[in-house]
């Protein structure tokens, strides 16, 4: 994509739990031990374009939390590259990209020993983005934006509801001048209304300030109301993507057509309940073939057997599944 | 015919900033085999609601007056011989964190037999048939293995399965479940939800589901009551009240969810904050934040029948109300 911003190039993230002493003994007097390892995200490509809004979707444990990280480079990558405006973000050079995080728990992510004018303030000075003398103002300013007071400032995080405090972690993303926010689960700890105030300063600050989103969460109508294009994963590889409301109208991915059918729906009332069978396979032992294919009602000898690739199935839109052969 | 009947419910803690009432006339009544939904958000007392039903407030709060009819008897001010009686083999509770149920250091085999022998005089033999019988029934494979194995070795739904199933061991004829689903994944919670009804349908529980989410409350309630900073807000029919509601609380909870705005760029918010409950001033908790708050709003409403529906509004939406009638 020529006018990509952030894009991940076959990026793969492995964790190793590596043996300690005992099981390294073990190992030497011939016990079955090995290394664990969590495939977390497996050989993931694509991209996100400027002013664009992409969701990124999946159950526990498929690895969104971990591509989020990956992209703002708070994790190297195992394998492959994150590229922003064709640079990768982990290839130093002092740099850092204009990429902010956003993180899911507004009480575990601010530090509650410091005053609200340092948690925010803190960052733009240390990197010389406003004299000291300004700083306060700064805040100030940044505190109005994200619809706080600004004599908030000499308060500390337990003064603050939930909603605030996530409008604080905002206010601190926005401190440094991002461009790029990627916010994982940043509103899920909220509560129905005030999560309708934070997603509608989301869009607001979109529109103000130019921002690009990657949006991970578990919430299909979050993600819905917020994203251009959805990216769906699986057990550490993306299943789908497609344009929003293509997406939501016909989902090509099994899992894609099953997770949309498990959603509660307030227009479904009393409605029998039909489940997808089975768990989440743990990442540590991913079943072999396409990782989906325990849990699928259409799945065939050959899902076993063969990892599907990831391949367009209709203009901007892509699927990795067999049955698409 | 009537299960459950609570009657100007109030519990209150004692906190050092004053008396806080989180639950403050809360009345409602509940058939044999019908599902409620208790919605509302944090703070709202949805979940003490549930909890003052089965007399587990401890000090330093306590159930400051009421009533609350289980089956014609009263169980407030019950002793707590009584109450112990009634719990686990008549009613019975799912939580959150199945871990709040499960005991990390003793088998699940040993935690259900102990729940059987705890109300039912049989062997130990016939107690582990049931277990093995009940954790069948929530859909565990191979329950003969899984009883012997610690929660640890479970995972979260898998847990929460057990939970259900300890529930389940004495076919209660009421469960209170507080947001059971709500840590769960979206697959996961719908197997939970699959199980659930048809488990309450087979053996004909009453249920009370207490949650954050609306349209959990859609697909499995019959009932709903919607709880506003202690009180019932809105109460009735699950279509009348998510089609047609006629407080604009509910109103404004529906509006603020993302998958009823499809297609429009912002979403309808309420504005502020649920205020504090320590220091909730008289009249209409939720006049601060309604847009169409008049002076009357100063005094409280009554929670007053509007159709077929109980709503706490001097100016509830009528003609929606009326429009679901029709």
Known sequence: MADALLEFRAVSKRFVKRLDAVERLAKRLGAQVAEHTVHAVDRVSFAVAQGEVVGLVGESGCGKSTLGRLGCALHAPTEGEVLYRGVSVTAGGGRQPPIQMIFQDPFASLNPRMRIAEIVGEAPRVHGLVPKAQVADYVADLLRRVGLDASYARRYPHQFSGGQRARIGIARALAVKPEFLICDEAVAALDVSIQAQVLNLFMDLRESLGLTYLFISHDLG???????????????????????????????????QALLAEVPRIDRKRRTFVPISGEIPSPLAPPPGCHFHPRCPRAMPRCAAEAPALREVAPGRLSACHLND | MTLLEVADLRTEFATRDGVLRAVQGVSFSLDRGQVLGLVGESGSGKSVTGFSILGLIDPPGRIAGGSVRFDGEELVGAAEERL???????????????????????????????????????????????????????????????????????????????????????????????????????????????????????????????????????????????????????????????????????RGLLDSVPANNVGSGRLNQIPGMTPSLLKLAPGCAFRERCRYAVARCGEMPELVACGPRRVRCHFPVVAAAAAAAA
Do not use: C
């Open chain 2, 84 to 250: 112990r009686a009634l719990r686990g083999k008549r009613i019975a509770m799912i939580f959150q964190d199945p871990m709040m149920t499960l005991n990390p250091v003793l088998s699940v085999e040993t935690q259900m037999v102990e729940t059987v022998l705890a109300h039912d005089k049989v062997t130990r033999q016939a107690a582990r048939a049931r277990a093995v019988d009940a954790l069948a029934r929530v859909g565990i494979a191979s329950p003969d293995e899984r009883l012997r194995q610690y929660p640890h070795q479970f995972s979260g739904g898998m847990r929460q399965r057990v939970a259900i199933a300890i529930a389940l061991l004495h076919s209660p004829d009421l469960i209170v479940a507080d947001e059971p689903t709500t840590a769960l994944d979206v697959t996961v919670q719908g197997q939970i939800l699959y199980e659930m009804q048809k488990l309450v349908r087979e053996v004909g529980s009453a249920l009370i589901w207490i949650t954050h989410d609306l349209a959990v409350i859609a697909g499995l309630a019959d009932r709903v009551a919607v709880m506003y900073a202690g009180r019932i807000v809105e109460e009735g029919e699950v279509e009348d009240v998510l089609d047609s509601p006629a407080h604009p609380y509910t």
């Open chain 1, 222 to 256: 979050v993600v819905r109301h917020l994203s251009n294009r959805v990216v769906v994963m699986y057990l550490g590889r993306v299943v789908e993507i497609a344009a929003t409301a293509a997406l939501f109208e016909s989902p090509n991915h099994p899992y894609t």
